[in-house]
Every structure is written in structure tokens, then in C-alpha cells.
């Protein structure tokens, strides 16, 4: 006889907890960012999902609930794994969660339509990295499936998901400039609504600030794009220059708020990126703007918020300047004639004045 409120062997609840098990390794492994361990972790969702596709679902929210975490878990490791058939594989996976997401009663829970947005979202990262035009169609679609989602559930009691709709727009955008040919100009307005949702935001959310910064990074990829495709439309070019250099110094100061211990990875090299991206489109089409720029960015006595903490984004400066002043002497006078001669002569002794004021404030902020 089984003891007082014990659990049978046998019941959904005792099986619901050999499966949780095998959910906890596999997300212990998952969340270990290697990618030795995802076969592993694929196994144990694998066992996870062969118990609870046996649990009552049809009857139970509860476990139907539980198990649209195995597929959504096991699609998220297909879509590591990245091979061709694993991505398929992965596909299948949301496919099923979201089957049984839609079977939820959505309006019962947040979370539900959440999850459902989150399948949605994720399944397109699945075709995305199929890397084919259907693919990527079919991905654009499931973000509008995800959108509708989020949208369709607003209340006055529940707001929309400002989190997810940002990171759902900041993955349209960065798909609609991997499709061909590339949606640049649909790429930038998503990259805008990101920032329109961020900035409020965004120098004390660190998810917030994460995606203003993917925006303002996709934004100005699109630019550069704009400006390398012929036919180039002149009569936009400067004021997409302007808006992307605008963006690449709010990134600066945006980065050196969260510049202090802790402060991630990615930040760093989605600043070093833009930087180098806004000398690079200023060297291009504006180098008279570009001395202004640089001790914008890097000397304090300017305001700089960066406050010299940054030794490789100054070394980058530098060779900024001195790429420049080669390529501007490299134009000289066939390229610009004489009254442009004069003006290059300016521009260069703007660039050797920031040069100076730039390698006496590392100096001084890191001496010898």
C-alpha cells in the first residue's frame, strides 16, 4: 500500500517528475554555451518529450503547457546544432509547440501567448539560417504570425510585451537585410521602431539597451548598403549619413552609461563596430566631419562620456586619423582639383590637431 499522500509510480505526476528531471539537465546544459554539450542536451529533451507526449495533454492545460517546453527546448537546440537537417528538424519542433500553444487558452495566461510569440520568433531564426528565398520568406512570415500574436492580446490590464516586440523587430530588420535582393529602407524603419521603444529605456534596462544598440548597429549596415547600391538616390544620401552618424555617437554614449564591471561582451564589440563604421562612411562622404567626430567620441576635454577608459577604441581612433590623412592625400589634386586642394588642406590639419589632442589625452590616461 502506498503511504499517505504519496505519489503512485506510475501516475502523471510521478512521470511529470522523471521528465522534469531530464528538462532541468538538458537547460543546465543548454545553458552552458557549449557547443560539445548540445548533442547531450538534445538527449535529454528527447526523454523529457517522450514522457509528457504520454501525460493527459488533451485533457490538461497544465501538461499540454509542459509540453510545448520540450518542443520549444528541443527546436532551440535543432537550431544550434545548425546542420541542414537539424534546422529542418528544428522547424518541425515549433511547429509542434505552437500546434499545442494554440490549443491553450491564450487569453487565460500571458505567458501562453507569450510562448506562442516566442515559437513564432523562433521558428523564423530557424529558417533564417536555412539561409534560402523561401526560407527567408516563410521567416518574415512567421515574425508577422509572431507580431499578430503579441498585438492581438493588448489590453488595458496587459499591455504589449515592449521586450519582445523589440526583439521581434530587431530580427525582421536584420533579416530584411540578409533576403534578396535586401529591403534596406524596411530594415531602417524596423531599426527605428526598436529605438523608439528602447530609448525611454535603455540607459538603465540592460535588455533595452542590448537591442538599441543591434538597432543603431542595423541601421547603419543598411546605410552603407544604400549608399553601395547603384543607383544611389542623392537626394536622401546626406540625410541617411546624417541619421547614421547620429546614431553611432548615440552608441557611444549610450555604451560608456554601462561602462563599469559587469559590463557585457557584446557591448564592446558592438561599439568598436559602430565606431569604426562611422569613420569609415565619414572618411567616405563627409571627412571634413570626421576630426569632430573622433574628439566627439574620445577626448573628455570635449565631454567625451567616455572618459578615456577605453585604450582599444583610442588606438582605433588613431588609426583612423592616419588612414584618413593617407586616403585624403592619396586624392590630392587630379581627384579634387584646386579649390578642392584647399579645402583638403583644412580637413587634414583638422585631423592632425585631433591626432595630437587624441595621443596626448592616452598618454595621459595611460602614460608610458
Known amino acids: 500500500m ?36 548540445l548533442p547531450e542536451a538534445l538527449d535529454c529533451f528527447t526523454h ?92 518574415l512570415l512567421s515574425l508577422d504570425h509572431a507580431q499578430h500574436v503579441l498585438e492581438t492580446g493588448v489590453t488595458t490590464e496587459r499591455p504589449i510585451n515592449n521586450s519582445m516586440l523589440a526583439t521581434l523587430l530587431v530580427n525582421r530588420a536584420a533579416l530584411l537585410l540578409e533576403i534578396a535582393p535586401p529591403r534596406m529602407l524596411e530594415s531602417m524603419q524596423a531599426a527605428e521602431e526598436v529605438l523608439a521603444l528602447c530609448r525611454p529605456t ?28 547603384p543607383p544611389v538616390d542623392t537626394t536622401r544620401a546626406d540625410d541617411w549619413i546624417h541619421q547614421a552618424t ?42 571634413h566631419f570626421m576630426a569632430e567626430f573622433l574628439l566627439d567620441v574620445l577626448d573628455p576635454g570635449q565631454g567625451s562620456p567616455l572618459l578615456a577608459q577605453d585604450k582599444a577604441l583610442y588606438q582605433a581612433g588613431l588609426e583612423a586619423l592616419s588612414l584618413a590623412a593617407e586616403e585624403l592625400r592619396r586624392r590630392g589634386p587630379l581627384d579634387l582639383g584646386l579649390q578642392g586642394m584647399d579645402r583638403l588642406i583644412t580637413v587634414l590639419e583638422s585631423l592632425s590637431h585631433a591626432a595630437q589632442r587624441i595621443k596626448k589625452r592616452a598618454d595621459q590616461a595611460w602614460p608610458g
Not at 499517505?4 to 552552458?32: C, F, Y
Not at 539597451?209 to 544604400?226: D, N, Q
Not at 552608441?251 to 562611422?278: I, S, V
Open 246 to 287: 547620429d546614431k553611432v555617437d548615440e552608441a557611444m554614449r549610450l555604451t560608456a552609461a554601462w561602462e563599469k564591471p559587469g559590463m557585457p561582451g557584446q557591448f564592446h564589440a558592438l561599439r568598436h563596430e559602430l565606431f569604426r563604421f562611422g569613420c569609415s562612411l565619414l572618411l567616405a562622404y563627409q571627412p
Open 202 to 229: 535603455e540607459h538603465h534596462l540592460l535588455q533595452a539597451a542590448e537591442m538599441g544598440l543591434k538597432a543603431r548597429h542595423i541601421f547603419c549596415r543598411a546605410v552603407a548598403m544604400l549608399l553601395e547600391t
Open 2 to 37: 502506498p503511504l499517505p499522500h504519496s505519489t503512485p509510480q506510475d501516475s502523471p505526476e510521478a512521470r511529470n517528475a522523471e521528465a522534469k528531471v531530464w528538462m532541468k539537465r538538458g537547460i543546465a546544459l543548454l545553458s552552458a554555451d557549449n557547443p560539445a554539450a
Open 48 to 139: 523529457a518529450l517522450a514522457i509528457r507526449r504520454e501525460l493527459p495533454y488533451e485533457s490538461s492545460s497544465f501538461y499540454r503547457w509542459l509540453l510545448t517546453a520540450c518542443w520549444m527546448n528541443l527546436g532551440d537546440v535543432q537550431t544550434r546544432l545548425g546542420t541542414p537537417s537539424h534546422l529542418a528538424s528544428a522547424i518541425q519542433s515549433f511547429d509542434e509547440a505552437i500546434h499545442h500553444l494554440q490549443h491553450l487558452p491564450l487569453d487565460e495566461d500571458p505567458q501562453y501567448r507569450s510562448r506562442l510569440a516566442l515559437g513564432w520568433m523562433n521558428r523564423s531564426l530557424a529558417l533564417r539560417s536555412q539561409s534560402t528565398p523561401d526560407s527567408w520568406h516563410q521567416a
